[in-house]
Nanobody, 123 residues
């Protein structure tokens, strides 16, 4: 398994941008697909974006398509989530997660999780 640590999130105004980072430890990180999920208060954790181990394929939730971009640098063992045109409804705790095997979008598909980082978008 890999261990994951998200960068600090933050407070941003609506329409602004923020980039989250996820650092991994483990020698075989390049074999893992990585996803970003988020959980708002009182709501279930939901899929945001995912990227294949090679970076060749990505998936996005409809709610973030065209605004968020996931990318990775396997040499640095890092995955990034660039978030643009942020909306108040993007406010949540964001988690990165990893799984061996193909790209996936379900919470239960991922076995390794970071501790989460708060993103707050003010209106």
């Amino acid at each position: 398994q890999v261990q994951l640590v998200e960068s600090r999130g933050g407070l941003v105004q609506a329409g602004g941008s923020l980039r989250l980072s996820c650092g991994a430890s483990g020698r075989t990180f390049s074999n893992y697909a990585v996803g970003w999920f988020r959980q708002a208060p009182g709501k279930e954790r939901e899929f945001v974006a995912a990227i294949r181990w090679s970076g060749a394929n990505t998936e996005y939730a409809d709610s973030v398509k065209g605004r968020f971009t996931i990318s990775r640098d396997n040499a640095k063992k890092m995955v990034y989530l660039q978030m643009n045109v942020l909306k108040p409804e993007d406010t949540a705790v964001y988690y990165c997660a990893a799984r061996q095997g193909p790209i996936a979008t379900g919470v239960r598909d991922f076995g390794s999780w970071g501790q989460g980082t708060q993103v707050t978008v003010s209106s």
